[in-house]
């Protein structure tokens, strides 16, 4: 099965879930199927890894491997169905930083949704996942950079798309009606074809979220 028609199942999976969980009821109450928006931004670190790679350059090889902490920023907009269902899109770009300044960067984006449950009156608990399309960057100095100044010899830069997977487990903890502080931690799942300088790894999240009605 290719990735467009995983896409396209995934999301049929999505809207049906929403149709169906979207007209419980809650304490005899129908609830509204559409009950707003809810967006923000998140900051996120974790510890990523890649396979080995190798450069070459005039017969010389260059063995290396991406291993260590991320750093990023992105967010996402909601709309919430029912009493479970959330869907929308996000974006983030996490980076990684390595020998010499070099650099391996990723940003990712698509369509997320999730299933909340309520934990007494403060507290929701998400599964959620992200399918989408990616783009990774990565920037490999050889030689130790002297000055702003001086051209360096030797640079390679790659760059490729990817479809990408991101299930996610989260929490949030409501501030007031508006606001929430939400915990998050994924994994991203390379479901093209991987290349060996792709780094993935565990992400933890935290952000600001706001509930427009």
Partial sequence: MTTQRIFTVLFILII?????????????????????????????????????????????????????????????AKALFGKHIRIGGEAYISNHRYENHSKA???????????????GRKFNIMLGNTIGRGHFVHTKIFAPVTSDYNADEVVAVRRYGFWCDVPYIACEYILSDRARLTFRTDYMLNISRRENDFFTGIRFYVGVTFHSH
């Fill in 16 to 76: 049906g879930l929403s149709t169906s969980f979207g007209t419980e009821r809650r304490d005899s109450t129908s609830l509204p199927i559409f009950r707003g928006i809810l967006s923000g931004m998140y900051l996120h670190t974790g510890y990523v890894g890649s396979r080995p790679f190798t450069f070459t350059h005039n017969g010389t090889e260059y063995k290396g491997r991406l291993q260590g902490a991320v750093y990023g920023i992105g967010g996402h």
């Fill in 105 to 119: 960067s990723i940003m990712w984006g698509g369509l997320v949704a999730d299933y909340a449950w309520a934990l």
